[in-house]
C-alpha cells in the first residue's frame, strides 16, 4: 500500500481517484479525513462507489453513521 507521502507525490503527476487516498487514511487511523475523501469520491461520481459495501479496507467506517448515510445515498 502507498504511502502518504507517495500518493501525494502521485497527485501532483496525475489523477489520484479520492478511492484510494481514503484507504491511505484508513490505515492511518484517521477516519475523519477518509470519511472527508468518501464524500469528495461521491460527488465525483466515480464507478469505484460500488465497491464501497465489499472492499474490507472499509471495514474501519463500516459502524460509522456517516458512512451507513454515504452507503444509503449511492444505493447500497
Not at 500500500?1 to 487516498?21: H, I
Request: no cysteine; hydrophobic share 40%.
Amino acid at each position: 500500500m502507498a504511502t502518504k507521502d507517495e500518493n501525494r507525490r502521485s497527485a501532483t503527476k496525475g489523477y489520484v481517484p479520492s478511492y484510494y487516498a481514503a484507504t491511505v487514511h484508513i490505515a492511518l487511523g484517521e477516519p475523519a479525513k477518509a470519511m472527508d475523501l468518501l464524500e469528495k469520491f461521491y460527488s465525483e461520481r466515480s464507478t469505484l462507489l460500488g465497491y464501497l459495501k465489499m472492499d474490507p479496507r472499509f471495514d474501519p467506517l463500516r459502524r460509522e453513521s456517516a458512512f451507513q448515510a454515504l452507503l444509503s445515498r449511492i444505493g447500497l
